[in-house]
Every structure is written in structure tokens, then in C-alpha cells.
T-cell receptor, first 113, second 111 residues
Framework: DTEVTQTPKHLVMGMTNKKSLKCEQH?????MYWYKQKAKKPPELMFV???????INESVPSRFSPECPNSSLLNLHLHALQPEDSALYLC????????????FGNGTRLTVT | KQEVTQIPAALSVPEGENLVLNCSFT??????LQWFRQDPGKGLTSLLL?????REQTSGRLNASLDKSSGRSTLYIAASQPGDSATYLC??????????FGKGTTLSVSS
């Protein structure tokens, strides 16, 4: 079992919908990450939060909006997505940053219709 | 910009064999290098983290080495088992800010 919990496991949404992905960890980690993974491809970094502040945005389109309400919770708000945004969205956390191992959740499988 | 390459892309071996997975990276100014395992449709499991000052790390049947100067890392798996079948991903950091992943090596161990 992973110590990083992502909900929902699967999500199907239309291009006009608004939905949110949720990620939670209770390991006291202060860095949290969103990655996007397409089939047969490696994970690609989207956002990094460090001590609840956004530290990296890898030029992600504004239809993806991250939020870190507290040190244990990370959300990804989705709006007006395109079919090509369909992918596995992975959340990860680490103790302080990249000097400690990343712990990944099992991901949310997103399908945009 | 950091680029990570993994060879081979796929590998099939019979149970019991020792094997080596290769990873190379272009920017040697890394803080650390990490190896992960990913099962189909699942998230990633951290296997080993090697700090830039270290040469190798071991965990059970796994041994990872790091040669910063040549931009290479290897993951050695001893006495492979069918349960080792998965995709193995290598990741190097970019200026200590983000992990950049290779495309992975898909390993199949037959019984």
C-alpha cells in the first residue's frame, strides 16, 4: 500500500466540466509534486510545492490549476480540458525536496471525452 | 537541460539470472539519482536513491552504482524472480529542482 493517497482512482470528464484531483499524505513531507504520465512514456513534471508554496510550474496550461491548502493535501483543479490531456496523473511527496526519496501515489487515470 | 536515457528499452530473462539495467544522463551536476519500479497501471515505487557524493547503494538483491563524471548509473538485480517483472525507471535531478525520468526498461522474468 502506498502512503500517498490519490482520489479518485479513475475520472471521466467532458471538455466543459470542472473537476478536481486530490492527493493526501501524512508522512510530514514538506514537498509535493504533480506529474503527468501518458501511456508508454515516463512521468513529466507539472508542479512542485515546497512548504505549501508553488515553487515550480513547468509551463503547464492554465486549464490545470494546483492548490496546496495545507502541508498534507494537494489538489489539481481541472477545467476545459482537451482529449489529449487524458493520462495518468501522479502525485508524489518527499521529506524536504529532492535529497530524499519521492513517494508516489497510485495515480488518477483521467479520460477526457 | 537534463536528459536521461535508459538502455535497453526491454529485457526478457529466465528466473535466477543476474542482470544490469543502464541509465545515462547529460548534466553531471546532479544532487542525486533515483531508481524506481512501476507496475502496470500503478504509481512508482522508490527503490534506491544515490546521493551525488556516493558511488553505490544496496537494498536486498538490488545494487545501484553512480559514476557522475561519466554520467552513468547501473541497477544490478541479483537472482531475478518473476515478481521482479515491471518497468524500471531512472531519474536524475535538474539543478536540484525537479526529477527528470528516463523512458524506462521493461523487465520480464520468466519462471
Amino acid at each position: 500500500d502506498t502512503e500517498v493517497t490519490q482520489t479518485p482512482k479513475h475520472l471521466v470528464m467532458g471538455m466543459t466540466n470542472k473537476k478536481s484531483l486530490k492527493c493526501e499524505q501524512h508522512m510530514g513531507h514538506r514537498a509535493m509534486y504533480w506529474y503527468k504520465q501518458k501511456a508508454k512514456k515516463p512521468p513529466e513534471l507539472m508542479f512542485v510545492y515546497s512548504y505549501e508554496k508553488l515553487s515550480i510550474n513547468e509551463s503547464v496550461p492554465s486549464r490545470f490549476s494546483p492548490e496546496c491548502p495545507n502541508s498534507s493535501l494537494l489538489n489539481l483543479h481541472l477545467h476545459a480540458l482537451q482529449p489529449e490531456d487524458s493520462a495518468l496523473y501522479l502525485c508524489a511527496s518527499s521529506l524536504y525536496g529532492l535529497n530524499s526519496p519521492l513517494h508516489f501515489g497510485n495515480g488518477t487515470r483521467l479520460t477526457v471525452t | 537541460k537534463q536528459e536521461v536515457t535508459q538502455i535497453p528499452a526491454a529485457l526478457s530473462v529466465p528466473e535466477g539470472e543476474n542482470l544490469v539495467l543502464n541509465c545515462s544522463f547529460t548534466d553531471s551536476a546532479i544532487y542525486n539519482l533515483q531508481w524506481f519500479r512501476q507496475d502496470p497501471g500503478k504509481g512508482l515505487t522508490s527503490l534506491l536513491l544515490i546521493q551525488s557524493s556516493q558511488r553505490e547503494q544496496t537494498s536486498g538483491r538490488l545494487n545501484a552504482s553512480l559514476d557522475k563524471s561519466s554520467g552513468r548509473s547501473t541497477l544490478y538485480i541479483a537472482a531475478s524472480q518473476p515478481g521482479d517483472s515491471a518497468t524500471y525507471l531512472c531519474a536524475a535531478d535538474q539543478a536540484g529542482t525537479a526529477l527528470i525520468f528516463g523512458k524506462g526498461t521493461t523487465l520480464s522474468v520468466s519462471s
